[in-house]
């Protein structure tokens, strides 16, 4: 009864900060915390040992190129094919950044603005899911026989795939409500908006880093499926045009461009987190 | 009476009363608690938990609205946070994602005002934190995390500081040395100050007076002048004199619980 009466607030805090992953999770691939020089080389050792059996065993048991090509073919192919290629890497990540800058925006301020509606939040939430969990790609012929053959139909597929992620992420940041931080910044005389900038966002943006890496992954695979499904251009397209022709250097070689992408998008995100957010880790 | 305290009320609760509204139903959590804060006086509330001692507080901050009954400042009534007064709350509540200087400088950025770095670095260098500047509070002990909240309250200059059980999460020994810290800066600055606190020596050993409350509801049971010269060593806990004091205090909170109980009873 006497927690009602504020004496306990901050308790009930403490127990919900400990039940939140956080940042936690960005550990988990290993990018995390000091790595040691002999880690260092193992992990590249490891690359070397790979790559190196691969191309061996491949030359040994003389596999075909259709079935699997060799790690030098692949490196070769992305060389030689280069200029064919990069029109299309512009072309899948202008689609990503648009895409993802009008999902996460979106997401981001649905987050902020309906976690202060506890009745619209409890309304909203279950569609929030549907959105989460329904492949957006689905709807990519749908947005194609709307919208033609253009950036534009992969452009909202990727802010469908994107923004809701972000927005759950970030409902779950904002969510974690520290009455007696709100309380202290009110003891200053601060006003709502104050509030909102000086203590839930800088609260909630462990969450926030995690759904926007999250959302903008989910919004590479999204306009890659996209590039797949329809249109004349793009990494996707090329992949299925590439696969289509058995030409497997070169698709392997796009494999390589996105697995590169992908990486990059964790790797920015792991540092944004750690510049931003490190007070949780 | 020690030190600057006058019997110029410089905060005034009359008939405080507080029901919440809570999913089980209604508590009745403050019931007509009158009580005058005089100028430059210590007063420590004291009370069992769910006394609603941190209810009255938070009231006098202007954080929490009362349901009925009057919280003045001078003749100024309180409906929010006003500048004069300033909180200090339990476990230091310091922002996590900022530094101490950033943590310090906080209510400044509130404000919209340019820290004053002066009085800020005289502050800092009074409780000993000079150094500390750019350590994050997850990086800091109990009580230098208490002390830059102090720190950060004091830095506004207001001439009220209420403080909400700020030493319960810390040792005992930790605890000593911050009751000796806010004796002193009370004796330097005059600051009038409202100290909640569950332990009864604690509360001796700071106050002026104390203000025993009764829960359930809560009310004012008994007001204790507490006539001891000041500065007063930690050494003094263990004094008769000052046994005698909690004892006595200890009986009436006692006295008043049993009291309470045969009322549930009923």
Known sequence: ?281 | MAAGASERPKMTVEAATKFYATRSGSVHALDKVSLDLREGEFLCILGPSGCGKSTLLWSMAGLHDLTSGQIRLGSEIIVGPHPEIAMIFQDANLLPWRNLAKNVALPFELKRRRPDMERIGRLLERVNLKGFENKFPRELSGGMQQRASIVRSLAVDPSVLLMDEPFGALDAFTRDEMNLLIQEIWMETGKTIAFVTHSISEAIFLADRVVVMSARPGRVAAIYDIDIPRPRPVEIQTQPDFIARVLEIKSRIDHGRVASERLAIV
């Open chain 1, 1 to 281: 009864m006497e927690r009602v009466i504020g004496d306990k607030i901050p308790e009930f805090n403490r127990k919900e900060e400990a039940s939140e992953p956080g940042l936690a999770g960005l550990n988990a691939f290993g990018l995390g915390g000091s790595r040691t020089h002999l880690e260092t080389l193992v992990i590249i050792l490891v690359a070397v040992v790979v790559i190196g059996g691969t191309e061996l065993l491949l030359r040994i048991f003389n596999v075909p190129q259709y079935i699997l090509p060799k790690p030098s073919q692949i490196v070769a192919a992305l060389f030689t094919e280069w200029p064919f290629l990069w029109p299309h890497l512009v072309i899948t990540l202008y689609e990503l950044f648009v895409g993802f800058a009008i999902g996460g925006a979106i997401g981001f301020v649905l987050a902020a603005v309906i976690t202060q509606f506890p009745f619209v939040e409890k309304v909203v939430t279950p569609y929030i899911l549907l959105l989460v969990t329904t492949p957006m790609l689905a709807l990519v012929p749908l947005l194609i026989l709307r919208f033609g053959f253009g950036s534009e139909p992969r452009i909202i597929a990727v802010a469908l795939a994107s923004g809701p992620m972000v927005m759950i992420n970030s409902a779950t940041g904002f969510r974690r409500v520290d009455l007696a931080k709100i309380a202290l910044a009110r003891s200053f005389g601060a006003n709502t908006l104050q509030i909102f900038t000086k203590i839930r966002i800088p609260m909630a943006m462990p969450m926030i880093i995690v759904g926007l890496m999250v959302g903008s992954i989910f919004g590479l695979l999204t306009a890659i499926g996209a590039e797949m499904v329809g249109g004349a251009e793009g990494l996707g397209n090329r992949l299925t045009y590439y696969s289509a022709l058995i030409r497997m250097p070169q698709f392997f070689a796009i494999i390589l461009i996105l697995a590169i992408i992908g990486i990059s998008i964790y790797i920015f995100f792991y540092w944004l987190g750690k510049k931003w957010a490190s007070w949780e880790a």
